[in-house]
């Protein structure tokens, strides 16, 4: 069957929900996965949702800050979160999907962004996004994803590819390009086996953002991007990836979220 999931990071999913109707009406994914969606649990828009036809809803919020989300049109055999660096941050969960999709098994992540300094001597921010992603890498050791069909998505916030950035060599030195990031970053990848679903169709000799940033001016124009949204498969869905977007006009819409939600259609 064909099957589409995607992400998106919205920087507040209550003060942005038309938006969010606006591309689950669009885009039509069976699977949304919302980050930084900035409320606690009891205060997470569900009834909107349910109206759209997205009655399945898995949530780990908390106040003004961090959270994600799963919403779907399948249902759920299971539903985990899994706390990193024993911060209490709601960045993770994850659901094993029933009926129709049973068995996929979906992770939605938002690693830590790392402040502006990248030192982790002297920022804490830094040390606590390095530190996740280690852990990230040490539970896909321990626990391998890549025997079953499982998907992880999700603002990871790091750009690891020369031309996943506008200027590699400008961004060396920047939170989210630099090279220890990298490193942990594709560590990470390779200790779960994940297959970078973004890359399949777009080589990484080509230029591929998923934000741009609010202090620019006229983002579409100057186009600094960045590519910190990733969808990942484990190895018996990577012939499954048949197509991948990123919705980069919902950037420009009013109001928007600095991120562009990114879309993964699979036959499973």
Known sequence: ????????????????????????????????????????????????FVKLGYKHIAI???????????????PFADETRREFCAKGDSRHIAVTLAGKAAGVKIHNFYVPAGGDEPDPEINDKFAHKLAFVDEMAAWFAAEPPHQGRAILVGDLNIAPLEHDVWSHKALLKVVSHTPI??????????????????????????????????????????????????????????????????VREARGWERPSDHAPVVVELKI
């Open 60 to 74: 780990n919020g908390q106040k003004g800050y961090h959270g994600v989300a799963i919403v779907s049109r399948h």
């Open 1 to 48: 069957m064909q099957f589409s999931v995607a992400t998106w990071n919205i920087n507040s999913v209550r003060l942005r929900i038309d938006l969010v109707a606006r591309f689950l009406q669009e885009q039509q994914p069976d699977v949304l996965c919302l980050q930084e969606t900035k409320c606690p649990d009891g205060q997470f828009p569900h009834g909107e």
């Open 181 to 246: 990031e990298v490193e942990k970053f594709l560590n990470a990848r390779t200790k779960g086996r994940w297959f970078d679903a973004l890359r399949k169709f777009t080589p990484d000799s080509e230029k591929l953002y998923t934000w741009w940033s609010y202090r620019s001016p006229d983002w579409a124009a100057a186009d600094k991007g960045r590519r910190l949204d990733h969808v990942w498969v484990s190895p018996p869905l990577a012939d499954a990836v048949k197509a991948t977007r990123v």
